[in-house]
């Protein structure tokens, strides 16, 4: 268990390394978009149906259905866009058989899932409802892969037109009056692969044809999203844009922090040091292909008018031993909270191009923020991933203000398959051993992330251009990086807010029988540097006003 305690003096830990931060706090000019904490809910596993369904008739306490603690979940994490219904899922999804009664609604198999039978009790009104109730943006993605051009108009025309037309004659007979807001719409998901395995000639015909008959009713304005690349193929981005272009508002981009070592993906909670840290070096990887992807998008459109999406991203692990395959459940320790708190570092330096990213996926899925079971009433846990993004929360909608960063850096393997190869040069990249982003909220609060991901060093930080009269933040961390959060012990890695009013105090962090210390002063007067001694393995979000 984490205890936290203030302490009056500043000491420098004896094993620190030395890193320092300027921040440009007058060079800030673009925003960081909320959709940056984009979520995404999937048919898939227990995502849906246990996870954030559990029907009205249950005795797990719900509204309407929807669970009652997974609500006030995502409510107090902000959650500003969920993309739905897939996935793969997606384009095998014929929006018709998931409306009217629920009692009448034709069953499906999901073949990309394990297989399992889909009762349709959740469709169209069901998670467009979720979205008013937790107050975010619905991101529709359409069928293309299965479906047909007339089938996603109506889709369209059903949940967004006020008139006196068919679609939405429907919709009424359903019982919905009033027609809902819907602004993104993806017109395909991985269309070169479970999407249709698609040339990106044949699908860029295909959008263009599809997005042509999405049409804007009653005030209601679609950002559409075409089907873009997957990780480093730099090609499907070219294609598109040069034979798209502007029919599109956004293209996506996905990218896992998966190793696809010889049959296994690994363990999500079994793992070396070297392991770890390998894994953080694939998921700021991502940088690199977001820059590429940038730069070939630059060429036809200086602007940046077309946003970069990144609606699939987070960590993919084995499943968990004893739970249903294909179902892609997995648990989420402290690396799983570094990857998140790293890319979402990343997405920040790049929101002049990156317009939202969804990561995959919000309960029961792969990295996601909520676990939850349906036994004796149903139980709900945070994940450590869930903690990283409730305290981000702050840069959503901020100005990112750049930053130069220097510090350690240790050597790590550049990918596992590759190291098979004795001929391979680039077996190694180096991983900085630091994590910081910062931001300017609108009444002049300064927000501040860092990270230490080294496992046994603290750092210590000295940062330029840091000043204010109060402070207030939380860190994250945990006596094993290892460490997990279950139903049996749901808050074993959990954050901690602290607070002060004077610059000079500082924080100190008593974990276990190991004694490490989170310690900040603030500078006292212009020219000052604020000092910051990080503990190992720790994330910290604080607020200077």
């Not at 009104?125 to 107050?135: A, P, Q, V």
């Not at 619905?138 to 069928?143: F, V």
């Given at each position: 268990m984490t205890t936290f305690a203030l302490a009056a003096a500043f000491a420098l830990s004896a094993n620190a390394q030395d890193a320092t931060v300027t921040i440009h706090a007058s060079e800030g000019t673009q925003k960081i978009h909320k959709e940056i904490y984009g979520q995404f809910a999937e048919h898939l596993g227990t995502c849906i149906y246990g996870g954030l369904w559990v029907g009205p008739e249950s005795d797990i306490?719900?509204?309407?259905?929807?669970?009652?603690?997974?609500?006030?979940?995502?409510?107090?994490?902000?959650?500003?866009?969920?993309?739905?219904?897939?996935?793969?899922?997606?384009?095998?999804?014929?929006?018709?058989?998931?409306?009217?009664?629920?009692?009448?609604?034709?069953?499906?198999?999901?073949?990309?899932?394990?297989?399992?039978?889909?009762?349709?009790?959740?469709?169209?009104?069901?998670?467009?409802?979720?979205?008013?109730?937790?107050?975010?943006?619905?991101?529709?993605?359409?069928?293309?892969?299965?479906?047909?051009?007339e089938e996603l108009a109506k889709w369209v025309e059903y949940m967004t037109s006020e008139g006196d037309t068919p679609m939405a004659k429907l919709r009424r007979q359903n019982g919905r009056d009033k027609a809902w807001k819907v602004k993104y719409l993806g017109v395909g998901n991985e269309s070169w692969g479970c999407g249709g395995n698609m040339r990106p000639e044949y699908y860029s015909d295909l959008y263009r044809r599809y997005q042509t008959y999405c049409r804007n009713y009653d005030g209601n304005r679609l950002y559409k999203i075409a089907s873009g690349a997957s990780d480093y193929d730099y090609n499907w981005t070219r294609v598109l844009m040069k034979q798209v272009g502007g029919q599109m508002n956004g293209v996506s981009l996905h990218y896992y922090t998966v190793s696809g070592w010889n049959g296994s993906k690994g363990s999500a909670l079994v793992y070396d040091n070297d392991e770890y840290y390998w894994t953080l070096g694939k998921c700021l990887e991502i940088e690199d292909v977001i820059k590429k992807h940038a730069a070939i998008m630059d060429e036809s459109d200086p602007q940046k008018r077309i946003g970069l999406m990144v609606d699939e991203w987070g960590t993919w692990w084995d499943e968990e031993p004893g739970t249903v395959r294909g179902h892609l459940y997995q648990q989420n320790t402290m690396r799983d909270a570094f990857v998140a708190a790293l890319s979402l570092n990343v997405f920040h330096r790049h929101c002049d191009r990156v317009r939202m990213a969804n990561i995959a996926q919000v309960v029961n899925?792969?990295?996601?923020?909520?676990?939850?079971?349906?036994?004796?009433?149903?139980?709900?846990v945070l994940t450590p991933t869930y903690h990283v993004f409730q305290m981000?929360?702050?840069f959503q909608e901020a100005t990112y203000l750049p930053l130069d960063l220097q510090c350690a850096e240790t050597s790590v393997r550049h990918d596992m398959r590759k190291q098979m190869d004795p001929n391979n040069e680039q077996g190694h990249r180096t991983l900085p051993l630091v994590s910081a982003s910062a931001a300017k909220i609108k009444d002049g609060t300064l927000v501040v992330s860092l990270s230490n991901v080294s496992l046994d060093k603290s750092q210590e930080i000295s940062i330029d251009g840091l000043s204010g009269a109060t402070i207030e933040g939380s860190i994250l961390s945990a006596a094993d990086v290892r460490d997990y959060n279950d139903f049996e012990h749901p808050t074993r890695v959990a954050p901690v807010k602290f607070q002060n009013s004077k610059p000079g105090k500082s924080v100190e962090v008593s974990m276990g029988k190991k004694k490490q210390s989170l310690k900040i002063n603030l500078a006292k007067k212009k020219g000052d540097k604020a000092k910051v001694?990080?503990?190992?393995?720790?994330i910290v979000v604080f607020c200077v006003k």
């Open positions: 306490p719900n509204t309407d259905g929807y669970r009652n603690d997974v609500l006030q979940a995502l409510k107090d994490l902000k959650v500003p866009v969920l993309r739905w219904p897939g996935g793969c899922f997606a384009d095998e999804y014929h929006w018709r058989d998931g409306i009217g009664p629920r009692s009448e609604r034709p069953k499906m198999q999901n073949n990309n899932w394990g297989g399992t039978i889909e009762d349709n009790s959740f469709g169209t009104h069901e998670f467009l409802n979720l979205c008013e109730l937790i107050g975010c943006e619905p991101y529709i993605s359409g069928n293309v892969g299965s479906g047909t051009v899925v792969l990295q996601s923020m909520i676990l939850t079971d349906t036994k004796d009433g149903g139980h709900m981000y929360t702050p001694v990080l503990p190992p393995a720790s």
